[in-house]
């Protein structure tokens, strides 16, 4: 436990593994178009990311700018399956992970790592396939100091993301899906995904039909006519 600013928390509980994986098959734009497009993190894209698509429950670590010790200590609690979200203030100065620390979160089976931080080693992320979304790239190294938490609420550029919250990270960016409504965000993202499915089937044959965009602008006062 501890005080704030130094607390140590377990993750008190993770969505069903097959839930997660129902997810797999959705892309983010989808699933963010069906949480009112504000549960997403738009500004991370990291430039050498492994297009490999992530999936997995948020195990959280929120640190000072620039410090890395508690994240060390998230590489032993979490578990496979889990994807590490790391809040490290938004600073790029120095490095919170590495290719030392990305290995070992590999070999745990750690699915991935969010951070509004830096990392460094970047070829290794790119040859690992090891997704990875991330500030920035900077040589320069981490400090081992804290303070820092695990497994308390963190924000990354600007996303609310809480322990156990199921992560969904693709070429376009990343979202959590709040843990307490994913069957719900789940039956609506893919009934939305089956829709989409149809359009692009009507458009293929020609047969779609484009004429809500006429009345859309005649509902905000385009005379069409002339």
Same mark, same amino acid.
């Given at each position: 436990m501890g005080n704030i600013g130094m607390r140590i928390l377990p993750l008190k509980q993770r969505a069903?593994?097959?839930?997660?994986?129902?997810?797999?098959?959705?892309?983010? %734009?989808?699933? %963010?178009?069906?949480?009112?497009?504000?549960?997403g993190s738009p500004n991370l894209n990291f430039p050498v990311q492994s297009r490999k698509k992530v999936i997995g429950t948020a195990f959280t670590v929120k640190t000072r700018p620039g410090d890395n010790l508690l994240i060390h200590k998230a590489l032993d609690l979490a578990e496979p399956g889990d994807v590490l979200v790391v809040d490290g203030g938004g600073d790029t100065t120095n490095a919170l992970i590495g290719e030392i620390m990305m290995r070992?979160?590999?070999?745990?089976?750690? !699915?991935?790592?969010?951070?509004?931080?830096?990392?460094?080693?970047?070829?290794a992320f790119r040859d690992s396939g090891f997704?990875?979304?991330?500030?920035?790239?900077?040589?320069?190294?981490?400090? !081992?100091?804290?303070?820092?938490?695990?497994?308390?609420?963190?924000?990354?550029?600007?996303m609310l993301v809480n322990p156990g919250d199921i992560i969904l990270g693709d070429e376009d960016g990343v979202v959590a899906i709040p843990a307490g409504q994913a069957e719900?965000?789940? !039956?609506?993202?893919?009934? !939305?995904?089956?829709?989409?499915a149809v359009t692009m089937e009507q458009v293929e044959a020609g047969t779609y039909d484009h004429g809500w965009v006429d009345e859309a602008l005649k509902s905000k006062g385009y005379d069409l006519a002339g």
């Open positions: 069903p593994e097959a839930l997660v994986e129902e997810f797999a098959g959705l892309g983010t %734009s989808i699933v %963010s178009d069906n949480m009112a497009r504000l549960q070992i979160a590999m070999k745990r089976g750690i !699915k991935g790592l969010v951070t509004n931080g830096a990392i460094r080693d970047s070829a997704t990875v979304y991330a500030r920035g790239v900077t040589h320069l190294g981490p400090y !081992k100091d804290g303070p820092g938490e695990i497994n308390v609420p963190v924000t990354v550029d600007g719900e965000i789940l !039956k609506l993202a893919k009934d !939305k995904h089956r829709k989409e």
